[in-house]
């Protein structure tokens, strides 16, 4: 009986702990859209690569690693976020306007 308290509270901690760390998707998204907003686009990038191996559908973190190549004026990279998350979200006029906006720059008509 005691061993199955003990088990049952230390599985407790652990599930009140489980979305605290620092590398919890919300945490990686919010320091990466910090690092967006700073201008520090290569520290946002990978902020929202790390929160991507989570959640690898995730609209919004596949629109700002886009934008966050795009502003750093990587095109090909750009490009290729925006077109991902294109497919998975058809018909959102903001990620299709900055799909042409990247093609425009890159002379890639193909989009």
Known sequence: MRAATISWWAACVCFSFAGCGSDSP????EEGETYFADEEFAKARESFGKALKSNPSDRELLYLMG???????MYDSALSCLRRVDLLYPNDREINQNLFDVAMALNDWAV
Do not use: E
């Open 26 to 29: 919300d945490n990686l998204r």
């Open 67 to 73: 934008m966050a190549y795009r502003k750093d004026q």
